[in-house]
């Protein structure tokens, strides 16, 4: 089967390299305002025919290019094509834990960096870790609950002493990718490690339950600021002192860039656990999204999740576990009352503190609410085609509006601490 699976990998892989894709496609700023469709947040790729197999991984080698990623740290195309496709290879088809499930994280976490003010706080090693970690983020998931894995005893409970097994297992899995295409071989041993502990602290922040200590993190954070310039003119305006008031988001924003400074003047560096903490949000909020789209795409996606724990409640059944029937819905409103009760006491809190601390997404907290009121409606019995909301078409317009703030030229290689060491090492 391994050798069935190798290959697919390589026939799929040597079609794309010779329809001609090249690490060139769409780079930049440029790229992205020519490239429209890659910053609505509506995008629904479930709606994608599903022989699009090709031009879903040509999609996602976009996004990895237009951030700059690709071009940064000269990653051979050879050795992202090859480690997409064998990660579309390693997502089963499942009903909604599927490669398509995954190109959505990717995509809105994708937004995130490049249309909010945290692109101006991570250097490229983050970006790339941040859109691997999301392509990844479910890589070889079964299609259960990791409850259901540690009732059953499965190998992956069983590898992982119970701890995250689904999390360690597609964390270990993409590690394996990564290391047979050599994709962070362009990244030095430092660089190497700290992506890979970044990664691996994002991935296991997809655990739900991780979810209360992610709400804590971001509940002790302030807003990101503008720029380092923005915040000291402020400060001077109503007679602050710059020095006395340092907030945990300038500590490393006050030096220009120069030769012996190479850090963009754009760039507010964050400190490490905060950078950590508040990337790991935004990669569970991204793997929350389905509340954050349209009504029509959000339904479509709440009833694959649905067919999906169906198929986990029937495996119960077969092996004699405890069923986890509140995962089933008898009737359509029986289904909005859960997706309602899920979206309130979860998602919903989750998306409002980090509009709070990254006011661009707003428009995706304002989506939230509105589906929130619509799921009520199918509650009292209506019905879910005839009815809608004027909120999100104008939250869309609203994101749309936006302007694009990643800057590739503003954005560094690596955090201070990797040119401070380096200073250090030469010195």
């Known amino acids: 089967e391994k050798a069935v699976n190798d290959a697919r990998v390589a026939l799929q ?27 609505e947040w509506g995008l629904d790729l479930r709606l994608r025919p599903v022989d699009e197999t090709e031009l879903l991984v040509v999609y996602a080698l976009q996004l990895f290019n237009v951030t700059g990623v690709s071009s940064a740290f000269n990653l051979p195309t050879d050795a992202l094509l090859g480690t997409i496709v064998e990660l579309r290879a390693a997502y089963l088809p499942n009903p909604f834990h599927n490669w398509r499930h995954a190109l959505m994280v990717l995509h809105k976490a994708f937004l995130v960096i490049g249309k909010t003010l945290l692109a101006r706080h991570l250097s490229f090693v983050d970006v790339f870790s941040l859109l691997l970690a999301a392509i990844a983020h479910d890589v070889g998931h079964l299609g259960r609950s990791n409850a259901f894995e540690i009732s059953s005893e499965s190998p992956v409970a069983l590898l992982y002493n119970n701890k995250s097994p689904l999390e360690n297992h597609h964390a270990a899995t993409f590690f394996q990718i990564l290391a047979r295409h050599n994709l962070l071989g362009a990244l030095s041993r430092p660089q190497r490690g700290y992506a890979r502990q970044l990664i691996i602290d994002m991935i296991s922040a997809t655990d739900m339950a ?41 500590m490393s924003c006050e030096p220009a860039r120069s030769s012996e400074n190479p850090l963009p003047a754009a760039y507010i560096e964050l400190p490490l656990p905060h950078r950590t903490e508040l990337l790991q949000a935004v990669l569970h909020a991204c793997d929350l999204h389905v509340p954050t789209l349209p009504w029509s795409s959000t339904r479509g996606w ?69 589906n929130c009121d619509l799921w009520k409606l199918v509650v009292a019995g209506e019905t879910p085609e005839d009815i809608d909301s004027p909120e999100q078409t104008n939250a869309l317009a609203e994101w749309r509006d936006l302007p694009i703030a990643l800057d590739p030229a503003a954005t560094p290689l690596v955090p201070s601490a990797f040119i401070c060491a380096r200073k250090q090492h030469c010195a």
């Open 13 to 39: 892989t040597t079609a794309l390299q010779r329809a001609g894709i090249r690490s060139e496609l769409s780079e930049g700023v440029l790229a992205l305002r020519a490239q429209p469709e890659l910053l």
């Open 302 to 370: 709440v009833t694959a999740l649905g067919a999906e724990n169906e198929l986990q409640v029937d495996l119960e059944r077969e092996y004699g576990l405890p069923e986890s029937t509140f995962l089933l819905a008898p009737d359509l409103p029986s289904r909005a009352r859960n997706e309602l009760g899920f979206i309130t006491c979860m998602v919903e809190p989750l998306w409002q503190i980090l509009a709070r601390i990254l006011p661009e997404l707003t428009p995706c907290h304002t989506i939230v609410r509105a």
């Open 210 to 250: 991780t979810h209360e200590a992610t709400m804590a993190n971001l509940a002790r954070m302030e807003p990101l600021q503008r720029s380092c310039t923005h915040e000291a003119g402020s400060r001077a305006a109503h007679g602050t002192s710059v020095q006395s008031t340092k907030s945990i988001y300038e």
